[in-house]
């Protein structure tokens, strides 16, 4: 299928103005822009749009230019770009040096590059440190660089507990309203966890079985393989619960869990994920042990090299945790009694994100298979790096000799059964803010509700003294994060 077939659905957004605040930063760089262009050359971003990068570094339109696009083939480097298409779409992205958070800072050349109000969507995007957020939307109505209607997008984390957040999202409320706010979280763009709504809500096959009478438990693993690394100083005063669980965990979980919303109207939608969040049993000091494993990837194995520690590239030791496992528990009348194992980390064997829906045994299985202990329906959606949906099933082996059984996929690969190339997280959610979608993004009291959950476990933490367990780099965690689903008589699926 050509390009022009594979992208002939994408529908244009309307024009634009997109301001990135920290745009010389690694996320800019590395996703933002990169996403940018994508959607420039598959025609949905109309030419006189703008896309504007602002930090303190000092660079000029040209120089940006450049380092955008040598970022993109440092970063992206299987994507062909063709030198006449990238000419045409870095005509409309432009660079101003700014300090935004200093509230004595120049806005005018800024101010220069914008049409007047009203004349297109104008957006701002904080690639910056939460801390910043507040600052910077206060500075910006000063400026009056901010047109009734305008959009700020927030990226994660949204503070390092609940007093923090609610700071930050009552600063960025005294300036934008909260429909013009988009709390941005990219695993809500994938389009596997974009298909759980329609997996779940859309198959018969499916939603009668959805709850605690059919699944005996829920598995969301999201591992990199990859450590600390430089962000080594910034991740220690986070940690993986801070910093993966409060905001890609809960929202999957969330997906997950919710009950069937009426339609797909934005609100609607997070009405039903804030149930979920506000139904997590709380997890104190009293159970925290049974409850929760915390480690700490140490030397060891990583692909063909030997991975230093997270205390090696610290330069100290920590008690932070770089993997986390939790056993979570939501008290409503569709999951009592059927537990959510979360488990992040650092490190670990390989990069993947997955869910895992392990449905009951069944009562009685009338085929023994010489010993063997009959395997569980099992339904496995991977978002990473393979995105995909698999139904695993006991079947029949072929051929003669009794009836020996055999566990197989039904397996739907998005790279084998769609021949287009679909935008990806990042693309999507930039154009769903264009478009004023807020179905995608997180609204203000989900923020908070899924940090009262988390502070609760940090709290008990503290009070338990819970130690961080040392593991190998290169393995899934420490042994008692298996040790914790042990005691439940249950294990972690990692053969998917």
Not at 177 to 188: A, V
Not at 399 to 425: H, I, K
Not at 442 to 462: F, H, K, P, T
Request: one cysteine or more.
């Amino acid at each position: 299928m050509s390009d022009a077939a594979s992208t002939s659905k994408l529908l244009p957004v309307q024009p634009f103005d997109l301001v990135i605040f920290g745009a010389a930063g690694d996320l800019s760089l590395r996703k933002l822009i990169p996403s940018l262009f994508n959607r420039w050359r598959d025609g949905q971003i109309p030419e006189n749009s703008k896309m504007i990068g602002v930090s303190r570094t000092g660079l000029t339109d040209e120089s940006f230019r450049t380092l955008a696009l040598e970022s993109f083939r440092k970063f992206h480097p299987v994507e062909n770009i063709d030198d006449e298409e990238w000419a045409d779409f870095a005509q409309h992205l432009f660079y101003r040096e700014l300090d935004a958070a200093n509230p004595d800072a120049d806005w005018s050349d800024l101010l220069d590059l914008f049409d007047d109000c009203g004349s297109k969507q104008r957006i701002f995007y904080l690639a910056l440190p939460p801390g910043l957020y507040g600052a910077v939307s206060k500075n910006m109505a000063a400026a009056g660089v901010n047109c009734p209607g305008s959009r700020i997008v927030l990226e994660k984390p949204i503070g390092k507990d609940l007093a923090s957040a609610q700071a930050i999202n009552a600063a960025v409320g005294e300036v934008f309203d909260e429909e013009q706010i988009f709390r941005i979280d990219h695993y809500l763009g994938k389009e596997t966890v974009q298909n759980l709504i329609v997996l779940r809500f859309m198959n018969s096959l499916f939603e009668p079985v959805w709850n605690a009478n059919s699944i005996d438990h829920v598995e969301i693993t999201v591992a990199e393989s990859i450590g600390a690394g430089g962000r080594a100083s910034y991740y220690d005063t986070a940690g993986a619960l801070r910093d993966m669980v409060q905001n890609h965990l809960l929202q999957l979980l969330c997906l997950v869990a919710m009950e069937p919303p009426l339609d797909l109207a934005p609100d609607t939608v997070r009405d039903e994920k804030i149930k979920v969040l506000r139904a997590l049993r709380p997890i104190n000091a009293e159970n925290v042990s049974k409850y929760t494993v915390r480690g700490q990837y140490g030397k060891g194995a990583s692909g063909d090299n030997v991975a230093a520690a997270y205390a090696e590239e610290l330069g100290h030791d920590s008690e932070t945790e770089t993997f986390v496992a939790i056993c979570a528990n939501v008290d409503n009348w569709r999951w009592k009694g059927t537990p959510f194992y979360l488990r992040t980390g650092k490190r670990m064997s390989e990069r993947r994100s997955e869910i895992i829906i392990q449905f009951k045994e069944v009562g009685h299985p009338v085929i023994a298979d010489k010993g063997r202990e009959a395997q569980p329906t099992r339904l496995v959606i991977r978002l990473q790096p393979d995105e995909g949906v698999k139904l695993l099933l006991v079947t029949k082996d072929p051929g003669p000799g009794g009836m020996r059984l055999r566990y197989v996929p039904l397996n739907l690969s998005y790279a084998d059964a769609f021949e287009a190339r679909y935008p990806d997280a990042y693309e999507r959610l930039l154009m769903a803010v264009v478009r004023g979608d807020l179905a995608l993004f997180m609204r203000r009291d989900e923020v908070e509700a899924a940090w009262q959950w988390v502070d609760g476990i940090l709290g008990a933490w503290s009070e338990a003294g819970t130690p961080v367990h040392k593991h190998a780099a290169g393995t899934d965690g420490p042994v008692q994060s298996a040790m914790m689903l042990d005691r439940d008589g249950r294990e972690w699926f990692d053969g998917s």
